[in-house]
């Protein structure tokens, strides 16, 4: 599953003229992989060690392509780092307020929250973006110990 996401995601970038360095396929196959909506400073890491010439602004960079490719969305809350998730599906966000984790669920009943939004404003709605806010498993375990 996971391989064949990224041969798509390349296949995707090279039809878009964009060359397959072997830090952009690292890049890349981590954002796959971890699921787990890294900022560029925690790719960076992850990857420094097979990589040591490669700095924290190449990665921003290939990320900035891989947002105008379509294939990263931004996500930005406020005061603190981007986070970048690879966009396979419309899916939400569930974040725990005290760690930070962010977890994707699809709920499909929110799935014309788009063309109500339209019909009920009179808008011409681009896109959404919906987040559910709450305290994971284990830190609510962390707190049962505590």
């Known amino acids: 599953m996971t391989?064949?996401?990224?041969?798509?995601?390349?296949?995707?970038?090279?039809?878009?003229?964009v060359r397959i360095t072997p830090q952009r396929h690292a890049i890349l196959e981590y954002l796959i992989v971890s699921m787990s909506h890294p900022t560029a400073d925690e790719i960076y890491k992850a990857l420094e060690s097979r990589f040591p010439n490669m700095s924290v602004a190449t990665v921003y960079n290939n990320l900035r392509v891989f947002k105008k490719v379509g294939l990263v969305k931004e996500l930005t809350y406020g005061d603190s780092s981007s986070r970048f998730d690879f966009a396979t599906s419309d899916h939400y966000h569930i974040i725990c307020e005290s760690c930070g984790k962010i977890v994707d669920f699809h709920y499909p009943g929110l799935d014309e929250v788009e063309t109500v939004a339209e019909h009920v404003t009179g808008f011409s709605v681009n896109h959404h973006r919906m987040e559910v806010y709450g305290t994971c498993p284990d830190c609510q375990e962390k707190a049962v110990k505590n």
């Open 3 to 17: 391989n064949g996401r990224i041969r798509e995601a390349i296949k995707t970038l090279r039809q878009s003229g």
